[in-house]
């Protein structure tokens, strides 16, 4: 079946610092990869995706390119900000076959110190 | 703005006592879908509705239900809440044609406490 592997957290970082979190799935099909979101007591934002193979998904500085060869989708952003700690979900769906569901990485908690 | 919006934010039920989450949609989209996130896990879907269409997930329990009494409007039912069904209750929604299915939209969230 499907499954995301997204690097555990916390991940610490100070403020300006790079960042990446890493995300690998397997998938019987050709999936969408997405990244959520989740600010503390809030629902999943959606903050980009790509549906194909060497598609760069951005948003907000954010970056992840759909990388088939290494089935990943490393989220990075050159710069954090306090404002984006929260925790990151790496999600795949495999929208040819139908299946609706999304199936989620653990998700990754980033925490940004000034 | 479009949006989905689940009401209320916070519930605060009774071991046992029935409990109803409301979700609304202004996106119009066709598909949609409630899952259960438990403190520092990911979500985990409990069934979707495609149009009318209920999908319930195998390892769903009978103590969830659902209905959807119009393209806007989904709730989620927990007939005899227990302890472990304290959780964030989160409602997202999807354009499908049948076979191919659009990005989620996921509203704010209910986090249900049980007494």
């Known amino acids: 079946g499907d499954s995301v592997t997204q690097m555990e957290g916390p991940v610490t970082l100070s403020e300006e610092a790079f960042l990446t979190i890493n995300c690998t799935y397997t998938?019987?099909?050709?999936?969408?990869l997405f990244w959520y979101v989740q600010y503390p007591g809030e629902g999943l934002q959606l903050l980009l995706k790509?549906?194909?193979?060497?598609d760069k998904g951005s948003n907000k500085g954010f970056e992840a390119t759909y990388r088939k060869e290494t089935t990943s989708f490393h989220l990075e952003k050159g710069s954090v900000q306090v404002s984006d700690s929260a925790v990151y979900f790496c999600?795949?769906?495999?929208?040819?076959?139908?299946?609706?569901?999304?199936?989620f990485g653990s998700g990754t908690r980033l925490q940004v110190q000034p | 703005d479009a949006m989905v919006i689940q009401n209320p934010r916070y519930q605060v039920t009774q071991f046992g006592k029935p409990v109803t989450l409301s979700c609304s949609q202004t996106?119009?989209?066709?598909?949609m879908y409630w899952y259960q996130q438990k403190s520092s896990q990911a979500p985990k879907l409990l069934f979707h509705?495609?149009?009318?269409?209920?999908?319930n997930e195998a390892d769903t329990p009978d103590n969830f239900q659902s209905r959807r009494p119009n393209t806007s409007f989904c709730f989620l039912d927990i007939r005899s809440p227990g302890l472990g069904d304290a959780a964030m209750y989160l409602c997202?929604?999807?354009?499908?044609?049948?076979?191919?299915?659009?990005?989620?939209?996921f509203g704010p969230g209910t986090r249900l406490t049980v007494l």
């Open positions: 509705y495609y149009d009318k269409d209920f999908n």
């Open positions: 999600a795949l769906s495999e929208l040819d076959t139908g299946r609706r569901a999304l199936t």
């Open positions: 998938a019987t099909g050709y999936p969408s």
């Open positions: 996106l119009n989209h066709n598909v």
């Open positions: 790509a549906t194909k193979a060497d």
């Open positions: 997202a929604t999807s354009r499908s044609s049948g076979t191919s299915t659009d990005t989620q939209y």
